[in-house]
């Protein structure tokens, strides 16, 4: 439909015309078709590059819904591109994988019908808002005007009659608003954008959209609709906090750098490995950090915390200066506060939001990472670390790659291997170009200690929410952002069994991302953990029911390879190490959604990989009866010990 089809003129406009005043001109259009109209028009803007805001919605319709977003998503035609999903939790997933990617410059929009529809995005939502990573969430409401009460899939509370299920979607969104007039749209949608735009305050943004007031018409002043730039700003540092870093950085003997997401978010990378060069100061990296240097780059020491490299976590317990960069310093990074052991250790934390900049009573630099990078480093100047502490840390980043090849070497005609292998068979393969993508189990800890990344987006490992059924949608949504790269979602049997659907999107779109599946009988990860804190594996491993009652018989008869491809996926069985290599070069060469399946060690038995440098709290039965639990308990009084509060 055109857009001056629906131009026209209210009666005040046309009386004030009369009047010699200005003309007002607006559009008759539904709340739905509006708010769809005004998305299509909104662009970020950093560093001189412009792109669409937000760049598509996925849909699942019903109630709610289908006649309000639905409709204006067909009158929209090319204007707004429509993404179909399966699940709701997966649209969301999706949506991150797609904003993570373009560096959260660009975004997506998710809406779903009312009731189960919109419970269904709390758990997407928590991990956008949690990574700090922009999403629009577009859940429909049940009616405003209330003709009848209740509706179907409406809670009822006797107490309150303005609450619906939606708000469960308040505590994990970073701006929340019920649309109940369509004028209400208006400041509600800039507001939105605001901070979905805004580095330091985006996150999961719901707009709840009760389904009467969706297909209400409203005459709109057409400035609404008009195209509006949100830049992006790079927050210089304040002076005196820079002044105070640049002299942290000359005094300290040992310092680390701890590279976090917002290296990554704000596009640092050059920055920070120029910083390195100049300094010759080590960089660790968290989770979302890792990739911030190349794994051949000489300062960079690998990933640091629980899961992370004996290189990093030994430079970390005698620091006497940590530089934290974009970092949240979650209990993995900091080994639940026993990591950083050296009494007089100092942190200076490089964030855009004060709220982390202040964390670990730190030194501020409250500003954009690529900006505080290039000022610190000019402030610094010619200052470098010692030759002994550089020589100390190549030496053992170089004993530490002895560790990573002795986990990935194995015999070609190897049945079941380790996931430490299967990995290091992917990495033999994979050139800068990859995209690998994991969030829960055990595969993101062997990947922080073991993956060598090659650039700066290659590592794409959530763990801020660490939700298992991230993977297959985030994949979607970072194929969707990096159209011709290979893209690699890593799951275990537990999580494939937790959100396979996507894969049907993924057959849809006609995406070639590649998926490896990990069959290891259970929850690999949470199976040794259960071990360490004297649980015994209880409940961890997929087994028969036994017939004392626990689950230790004959592992089950699944088979997620045919499942794969019952849902339209090109399946490679892979049986031995040789196996592997030719399968995964045929899916990484495949134009069509490929899986490649793979029966690896057993939950019980699993091996290879370098055990955790640092510890994870974990809290232990306090009284226990069986011996596991008791040793256990006091191997966890022993680490409490060591805890300490950074003042």
């Not at 917002?262 to 989770?287: K, M, N, R, W, Y």
């Amino acid at each position: 439909m055109s857009r001056d089809i629906n131009t026209t003129r209210t009666a005040a406009a046309t009386a004030a015309a009369g009047t010699g005043a200005s003309n007002e001109r607006t559009r008759r259009l539904t709340v739905a078709q509006a708010l769809i109209t005004f998305l299509s028009r909104q662009y970020t803007e950093r560093d001189g590059r412009r792109q669409r805001l937000i760049n598509a919605t996925w849909g699942i319709f019903g109630h709610g819904n289908v006649a309000g977003i639905g409709q204006a998503l067909v009158e929209s035609g090319e204007e707004m591109r429509y993404l179909q999903g399966r699940n709701e939790q997966a649209m969301v997933h999706a949506a991150v994988g797609y904003a993570r990617q373009s560096n959260r410059l660009s975004a997506h929009a998710v809406t779903t019908s009312i009731g189960p529809g919109a419970t269904n995005l709390v758990t997407g939502a928590a991990l956008a808002t949690i990574n700090r990573l922009p999403v629009l969430l577009l859940p429909g409401d049940t009616f405003a005007t209330r003709p009848a009460d209740p509706v179907l899939q409406q809670l009822e509370l006797p107490t309150a009659g303005d609450v619906s299920v939606n708000d469960t979607l308040r505590p994990v969104s970073k701006y929340f608003d019920r649309i109940t007039r369509p004028e209400a749209l208006i400041p509600a949608a800039l507001a939105a954008m605001r901070v979905l735009s805004d580095p330091a305050e985006t996150g999961a943004v719901t707009l709840a959209l009760p389904q009467d007031v969706q297909a209400e018409a409203y005459e709109w002043p057409e400035e609404f609709f008009a195209e509006r730039v949100w830049r992006v700003r790079r927050q210089a540092p304040d002076p005196s906090e820079l002044a105070e870093a640049v002299r942290l950085v000359r005094e300290a003997g040992r310092p680390l750098l701890v590279a976090g997401g917002g290296v990554h978010h704000s596009a640092a990378e050059e920055a920070l490995a120029a910083f390195a060069d100049a300094t010759g100061i080590p960089v660790a990296s968290t989770q979302a950090g890792k990739g911030s240097l190349r794994h051949d780059h000489p300062c960079d020491v690998g990933g640091v915390g629980h899961t992370g490299t004996a290189t990093a976590d030994e430079l970390a317990r005698t620091a006497d200066l940590v530089i934290g960069v974009g970092t949240r310093w979650s209990d993995f990074s900091t080994a639940s506060a026993t990591l950083f052991t050296n009494p007089a250790v100092r942190f200076l934390n490089i964030n855009i939001t004060g709220f982390d900049a202040h964390k670990l009573a730190a030194q501020p630099l409250v500003a954009d990472a690529r900006t505080a990078l290039e000022a610190l480093a000019t402030g610094v100047g010619d200052h470098r670390v010692a030759p002994a502490y550089a020589t100390e840390f190549s030496d053992d980043k170089e004993r530490w790659e002895d560790r990573v090849e002795a986990a990935f070497t194995t015999e070609e005609e190897l049945y079941h291997p380790t996931q430490a292998q299967v990995l290091g068979v992917l990495d033999a393969l994979v050139t800068d170009e990859d995209i690998v993508i994991n969030a829960a189990g055990s595969l993101p800890g062997e990947l922080h200690k073991l993956w060598r990344t090659r650039s700066r987006d290659q590592y794409h490992v959530e763990y801020g929410y660490s939700c298992m059924g991230y993977e297959i949608p985030a994949a979607i949504g970072v194929q969707l952002a990096a159209p011709g790269r290979p893209v690699w979602a890593l799951v275990g049997d537990g999580t494939y069994l937790m959100n396979p659907t996507e894969i049907v999107t993924a057959v849809q779109e006609r995406l070639p991302l590649k998926l490896v599946i990990l069959q290891n009988h259970g929850y690999a990860s949470i199976g040794g953990l259960s071990a360490s804190v004297g649980a015994e594996g209880f409940g961890t491993a997929y087994r028969f029911r036994a017939p004392d009652g626990t689950y230790t018989g004959a592992p089950l008869p699944v088979d997620l390879a045919a499942n794969a491809a019952s849902l339209g996926m090109r399946v490679i069985r892979a049986r031995t190490i040789r196996d592997l290599y030719e399968a995964f070069a045929e899916a990484r060469a495949a134009d069509a959604p490929t899986c490649v399946y793979v029966e690896t060690e057993t939950a019980d038995t699993m091996s290879g990989v370098p055990p955790a440098q640092a510890w994870w709290d974990v809290p232990v039965a306090e009284a226990a009866t069986r011996t596991p639990a008791v040793r256990a308990r006091e191997e966890y009084d022993r680490h409490v010990a060591a805890r300490r509060r950074h003042l």
